[in-house]
């Protein structure tokens, strides 16, 4: 009986990386391609300046980064939390706990749309952009499964995605 325990435990256990590991990747993917698919579309007409140190975009000629928003044009995409159906921008993640959970999300001016989804925490994100020939964002992000969908302290751990990638608007 014991032996039949162990086995069931273990594929119960293999079970839940496998679906952790899908969440992940699929949330990885989506938020990827949203931001590329902007930063393509847009990056040909718009100049890489520095930041203006607002949490808004107000420049629709520029693309450029304040740490953790990232403005192109006058979409931005920063982390927020949820409250009383409002999203408030999030700039220390140490308010992302177990208790609030954040989110990607981008800000068009007239609407909030979520990318990441509730299986995802985010632990930080940091956004660059560069001209070296062509525009340039380098985003890099650490997540991890969320605390809210009863995953045990282990798998958060084991399954902790640090992730860098580099778009550029297309030629």
């Not at 590991?21 to 579309?41: F, G, H, L, P, Y």
């Not at 995409?77 to 308010?95: D, G, L, P, R, T």
């Not at 045990?152 to 580099?166: C, F, G, S």
């Amino acid at each position: 009986m014991i032996s039949v325990f162990m086995i069931f435990a273990l594929s119960s256990d293999l079970n839940n990386k496998t679906d952790i590991s899908r969440a992940m990747q699929e949330n990885i993917k989506n938020i990827v391609e949203t931001i590329a698919e902007d930063v393509r579309k847009q990056g040909k007409n718009l100049k890489i300046s520095s930041s203006n140190g607002l949490w808004t975009c107000q420049n629709p000629e520029k693309i450029y980064a304040s740490g953790t928003t990232l403005c192109v044009g006058n979409d931005s995409y920063y982390i927020a939390k949820q409250e009383a159906n409002e999203w408030i921008k999030v700039s220390n993640y140490e308010n992302c706990d177990i208790k609030t959970q954040c989110f990607l999300v981008k800000n068009t001016g007239t609407a909030v749309t979520q990318l990441s989804n509730s299986w995802v925490d985010f632990k930080s994100l940091v956004f660059y952009v560069a001209r070296d020939g062509v525009n340039k964002v380098t985003i890099h992000f650490e997540i991890q499964p969320s605390s809210k969908k009863w995953i045990k302290p282990e798998l958060i751990q084991e399954n902790r995605m640090i992730l860098q990638t580099t778009l550029s608007e297309r030629l």
